[in-house]
């Protein structure tokens, strides 16, 4: 379970980037400059809000890992 | 049974989150006068909801401690738990605040920061905030819950008057969209639509992290116990 939950958070990261690279840089010629950026300051506003959103959370998963590990070591050690 | 639960709960706020994304982009129309950029509103303004919702938690959750931490001590653990989950995500939120607000400001206003009343009180809250996690982080003896808690109610003070800052003063921020008056409100349907979606799946998705963040929490408060229990007995049994 918890590798079908990583594999679609990073599924969703991969979806992301890739929908900012799009909106950023595939845009039609005729686009005026102005228009230009104001679709990629858009994009870079809702990839830095997911890169926030899903780093805590992959911090959260290291930290709940890191936590059990040292519960089970210090329990491994006889007294 | 708990995982199941936390599963469905997750896939639930991760729908909910593709389609607030799919309304914000492209189903909401293009604002007249902002154009593209406008639709950075879809985030900003459910991150700061959410934002003042978890500090409200946190707040609860200080006030709780101090009530019970003398004569209920496990009742205290729990509401501690919730006061640092309810600011750790807070502060998540505040974050994205304050970074997709200048990238907007940057392109609307033509500047990046203003010091004006909305902005300022908004980043003094997150340096509150973020003292309290620094706090919660470095310091170490019996009084760091109590003091935590006591620093979380005095953060948590500043919330209303961020609120209220574009009422009070006037500001380069702009006026209220909801509640600030007879012209207030967003008038397209489709508009409100997506900005209430996004309002739904930023709450469930806090709502999932505020939840784990919890369950984290409680561990390492029943670890700790724990390990506290064992060095007792070690020096008893010396």
Same mark, same amino acid.
């Given at each position: 379970?918890?590798?079908?939950?990583?594999?679609?958070?990073?599924?969703?990261?991969?979806?992301?980037?890739?929908?900012?690279?799009?909106?950023?840089?595939?845009?039609?010629?005729?686009?005026?400059?102005?228009?230009?950026?104001?679709?990629?300051?858009?994009?870079?506003?809702?990839?830095?809000?997911?890169?926030?959103?899903?780093?805590?959370?992959?911090?959260?998963?290291?930290?709940?890992?890191?936590?059990?590990?040292?519960?089970?070591?210090?329990?491994?050690?006889?007294? | 049974?708990?995982?199941?639960?936390?599963?469905?709960?997750?896939?639930?706020?991760?729908?909910?989150?593709?389609?607030?994304?799919?309304?914000?982009?492209?189903?909401?129309?293009?604002?007249?006068?902002?154009?593209?950029?406008?639709?950075?509103?879809?985030?900003?303004?459910?991150?700061?909801?959410?934002?003042?919702?978890?500090?409200?938690?946190?707040?609860?959750?200080?006030?709780?401690?101090?009530?019970?931490?003398?004569?209920?001590?496990?009742?205290?653990?729990?509401?501690?738990?919730?006061?640092?989950?309810?600011?750790?995500?807070?502060?998540?939120?505040?974050?994205?605040?304050?970074?997709?607000?200048?990238? *907007?400001?940057?392109?609307? *206003?033509?500047?990046? *920061?203003?010091?004006?009343?909305?902005?300022?009180?908004?980043?003094?809250?997150?340096?509150?905030?973020?003292?309290?996690?620094?706090?919660?982080?470095?310091?170490?003896?019996?009084?760091?819950?109590?003091?935590?808690?006591?620093?979380?109610?005095?953060?948590?003070?500043?919330?209303?008057?961020?609120?209220?800052?574009?009422?009070?003063?006037?500001?380069?921020?702009?006026?209220?969209?909801?509640?600030?008056?007879?012209?207030?409100?967003?008038?397209?349907?489709?508009?409100?639509?997506?900005? *209430?979606?996004?309002?739904?799946?930023?709450?469930?998705?806090?709502?999932?992290?505020?939840?784990?963040?919890?369950?984290?929490?409680?561990?390492?408060?029943?670890?700790?116990?724990?390990?506290?229990?064992?060095?007792?007995?070690?020096?008893?049994?010396?």
């Amino acid at each position: 379970m918890k590798k079908i939950a990583i594999g679609l958070l990073a599924a969703v990261a991969v979806a992301l980037l890739g929908w900012v690279y799009y909106r950023a840089f595939c845009l039609s010629p005729d686009t005026d400059p102005a228009s230009i950026l104001n679709y990629r300051f858009a994009g870079a506003a809702y990839a830095i809000t997911w890169a926030i959103q899903l780093g805590y959370l992959a911090w959260l998963a290291i930290k709940e890992r890191a936590q059990n590990r040292n519960a089970a070591r210090s329990r491994a050690i006889p007294r | 049974m708990k995982k199941l639960v936390t599963c469905v709960c997750a896939a639930i706020a991760v729908a909910l989150l593709g389609w607030a994304f799919y309304q914000a982009i492209y189903v909401a129309p293009e604002e007249q006068t902002m154009h593209e950029i406008q639709r950075i509103f879809y985030y900003h303004v459910p991150s700061a909801m959410v934002a003042f919702l978890f500090f409200a938690i946190s707040l609860a959750g200080s006030v709780a401690f101090l009530a019970f931490r003398r004569n209920r001590a496990e009742w205290a653990q729990a509401a501690d738990a919730w006061a640092l989950a309810g600011a750790e995500v807070g502060v998540v939120f505040c974050t994205v605040v304050l970074i997709t607000g200048p990238i *907007w400001g940057r392109r609307a *206003w033509g500047i990046w *920061w203003t010091w004006d009343a909305r902005l300022t009180t908004t980043l003094v809250l997150w340096l509150i905030y973020v003292s309290y996690l620094l706090l919660r982080r470095f310091a170490a003896g019996p009084q760091v819950q109590t003091l935590a808690a006591v620093l979380g109610i005095f953060g948590a003070l500043d919330v209303p008057i961020v609120y209220m800052s574009n009422r009070w003063w006037r500001t380069q921020h702009p006026a209220p969209v909801f509640g600030g008056g007879p012209d207030s409100g967003i008038k397209d349907p489709a508009m409100l639509a997506a900005f *209430w979606w996004n309002v739904a799946a930023w709450l469930a998705w806090g709502l999932l992290i505020l939840a784990i963040r919890y369950h984290v929490e409680r561990q390492h408060q029943r670890y700790a116990a724990q390990e506290a229990q064992a060095a007792l007995d070690d020096t008893s049994n010396a």
